[in-house]
Nanobody, 117 residues
Framework: QVQLVESGGGLVQPGGSLKLSCAVS????????MNWYRQAPTKEREWVAG???????MYRDSVKGRFTISRDPAWNRMDLQMNSLTSEDTAIYYC???????????WGRGTLVTISS
């Protein structure tokens, strides 16, 4: 079992920055990839960024050059540095872990990010 807890959400003005963190506990060795997802009001949950255990990372086109995903070597924490934020980035952001011990991914409960002037 893997437990994920997001933190760092809040209110930021357009053009501002925010850093989200995900605390990871449990059977960390079972994780082979971690991701950030987000869900805006009236929209479906969408993938934002991901990092593989081997170290490679990927981003959706709309956040490339603005967001940076990172993790500590032991996978105890995953971060998402978000810069140049716009109103379209307003959403609940979720931490996700793909595990090899279950057909179900591990999910955090989410942290709200609001970009508003």
């Amino acid at each position: 079992q893997v437990q994920l807890v997001e933190s760092g959400g809040g209110l930021v003005q357009p053009g501002g920055s925010l850093k989200l963190s995900c605390a990871v506990s449990g059977n960390i060795d079972s994780i082979y990839a971690m991701n950030w997802y987000r869900q805006a009001p009236t929209k479906e949950r969408e993938w934002v960024a991901g990092v593989q255990r081997g170290g490679s990372s990927m981003y959706r086109d709309s956040v490339k050059g603005r967001f940076t995903i990172s993790r500590d070597p032991a996978w105890n924490r995953m971060d998402l540095q978000m810069n140049s934020l716009t109103s379209e980035d307003t959403a609940i952001y979720y931490c996700n872990a793909e595990v090899k011990t279950s057909y179900l991914d591990a999910w955090g409960r989410g942290t709200l990010v609001t970009i508003s002037s």
